[in-house]
């Protein structure tokens, strides 16, 4: 009774839900098979198409469609249908049919030729081909899910494994190696790996990983180990193929790399007589030069009181390892702006000038009207051409105050605001 009960329920349960079809429904979308990687497929929702299903079997009515390349000899394949699972409703058919085709014209039910016999089976069984398959052929299995039999009216319903073996599409795995010249590193050095990938004439692709953390991945061996910022393993999984894609991973090789940096920090300006702090930074034990004008030139932020510009470099060590990076400060006017011009064709001050712009090249000058209008934009100031001549789109701007921000793309201390009146 409990085990009716049972049955009722499942029964109940399978006719009040609507399962969606099988992606794999129809022969235009088979799924493709991968020697040796076990698929999971099912019959339960399938249905039949009289331009693409073939009745080699029986009259087909619940079918799906894979599909396999043979490999480039050719041979024997078999297709192995395994871990069969049935609906146990008895108005279900209890067994499936399966056979491999070939097709000139692919999922033409006109064109096909069937190459194995027709298997039929409510458990485990296999589909050998019955002759030797051609070489670099694209073939397709048609599995049904039988009607037939005493009290069936629906059919059948069936989970299982699938898999494609043989000679015929049996396929070299692909093996790599990896190798390097050095595996003691400066933190930013950068060292050869040599990557050597065989047995795969399809395309690949290259996935690095660095202390088990994905480092980069594409489609060349191209890997930069400048970009290690500590000690760990690397190792490297490539794909190859495209529809079926085998794998292999590397032996991990151990990079012992030793953290150095140097930052000297941005670029400083005082006034004749003033004193700055440098900002320097790293990883390392610090020295700058020329120390003569610095408070203590072994620590990374001493104060500098230079009388001329000046330009410090850092140095950092850490063991063999070493760093450097520079700093300028600027003592005195950096650049000098004016107030004011007179653009009235007299060629005299006829263009707002900024003395030692040709320092700075990177340079932009950007200015604005009263009402916050940009009236002029540039990028380097260095020769007259780019120089604002008043104007505005080629017209004449009126007498009046004009708001400036000069930015000499050297940092935060390299921006100048201020106001320039046109005067006639």
Same mark, same amino acid.
């Given at each position: ?38 698929? /999971?497929?099912?019959? #339960?929702?399938? /249905? ?54 070939? #097709? ?69 795995? =692909?093996?790599? +190696? ?46 930069? /180990? ?20 085998? /794998? ?12 150095? #940096? #140097?930052?000297?920090? =941005? ?12 900002e320097g930074s790293g990883s390392g034990v610090p020295f700058w030069t020329p120390g003569t004008s610095l408070t203590d030139p072994n620590i990374f932020q001493p104060s500098a009181n ?19 990076? +520079? ?30 712009? +040709?320092?700075? =090249? ?8 009263? +009402? ?53």
């Amino acid at each position: 009774m409990l085990k009716q009960i049972l049955l009722l329920g499942y029964i109940i349960g399978i006719n009040c839900v609507a399962l969606a079809q099988p992606a794999n429904d129809d022969c235009s979308s088979a799924e493709q098979l991968c020697v040796d990687q076990v698929i /999971t497929g099912s019959t #339960a929702s399938a /249905t039949s198409n009289s331009s693409e299903d073939n009745a080699f079997c029986t009259t087909n009515s619940a079918t799906v469609w894979y599909t396999f390349t043979t490999n480039s000899t050719g041979g024997n394949v078999s297709v192995d249908i395994t871990n069969l699972s049935f609906n146990p409703d008895v108005s279900y058919g209890q067994s499936i049919d399966a056979v491999i085709f070939s #097709a000139s014209t692919p999922c033409d039910q006109t064109t096909y030729t069937p190459v194995s016999n027709c298997f039929n089976g409510s458990s485990d069984f296999s589909v050998p081909s019955a002759i030797a398959l051609n070489p670099n052929t694209t073939y397709y299995v048609m599995i049904n899910g039988t009607n037939s039999g005493a009290g069936v009216t629906n059919s059948a319903e069936a989970d299982f494994d699938i898999t494609v073996s043989g000679a015929g599409v049996s396929s070299s795995y =692909p093996t790599g +190696s990896i190798s390097a010249a050095d595996t003691s590193l400066c933190q930013g050095d950068s060292v050869e790996i040599i990557t050597t990938v065989a047995n795969c004439s399809s395309s690949l692709t290259y996935n690095w990983y660095y202390n088990n953390a994905l480092f980069s991945s594409g489609t060349t061996s191209d890997i930069n /180990t400048g970009d290690f910022n500590n000690s760990g393993w690397l190792k490297l999984l490539v794909n190859c193929g495209d529809a079926c894609v085998y /794998t292999d991973t590397t032996d991990s090789i151990y990079f012992d790399v030793t953290a150095i #940096a #140097a930052d000297a920090g =941005p670029d400083k300006f005082i006034q004749d007589g003033d004193v700055v702090t440098l900002e320097g930074s790293g990883s390392g034990v610090p020295f700058w030069t020329p120390g003569t004008s610095l408070t203590d030139p072994n620590i990374f932020q001493p104060s500098a009181n230079p009388t001329s510009n000046t330009t410090y470099f850092l140095t950092v060590t850490n063991g063999s390892c070493v760093a450097t990076d +520079s700093v300028n400060v600027f003592v005195g006017e950096v650049v000098i702006i004016f107030s004011a011009f007179s653009p009235n064709g007299d060629d005299i001050n006829d263009k707002w000038v900024i003395k030692n712009a +040709s320092n700075y =090249p990177d340079m932009e000058v950007t200015i604005y009207d009263r +009402s916050g209008q940009r009236v002029f934009n540039t990028t380097g100031y260095s020769t007259q051409d780019k120089w604002w001549d008043g104007t505005y789109k080629g017209k004449p701007l009126p007498v009046s105050t004009y708001y400036y921000v000069v930015d000499l793309k050297i940092g935060e201390d390299g921006i100048f605001k201020g106001h320039v009146s046109i005067i006639k």
